[in-house]
């Protein structure tokens, strides 16, 4: 949505238009391993953060029994 919106109004140099909404999703200029860790990066704090908020919600719930 927005993204993509930016990158139509972003006009900082119009002889390399900006493909990638996100730096690391960029091959050429992380490279291929640098985006793959960036993407297992990100997948990792997700699935933490997913566990961290199972673990708040399930103490939360033997604190009001």
């Known amino acids: 949505g ?3 919106k ?3 109004l972003d ?3 119009e002889k390399d238009p900006i ?3 996100y730096f690391f999703l960029n091959p050429e200029r992380v490279g291929i391993t640098g985006m793959i860790t960036w993407i297992l990066a990100l ?3 997700f ?3 997913g566990y961290i908020i199972m673990i708040i ?3 939360l719930g033997k604190m009001l029994k």
């Open 11 to 13: 006009k900082r140099n």
């Open 2 to 4: 927005d993204v993509y």
């Open 6 to 8: 930016r990158q139509i």
């Open 43 to 45: 997948l990792a704090g």
């Open 47 to 49: 699935i933490v953060m």
């Open 19 to 21: 493909i990638y909404p």
């Open 57 to 59: 919600d399930h103490l």
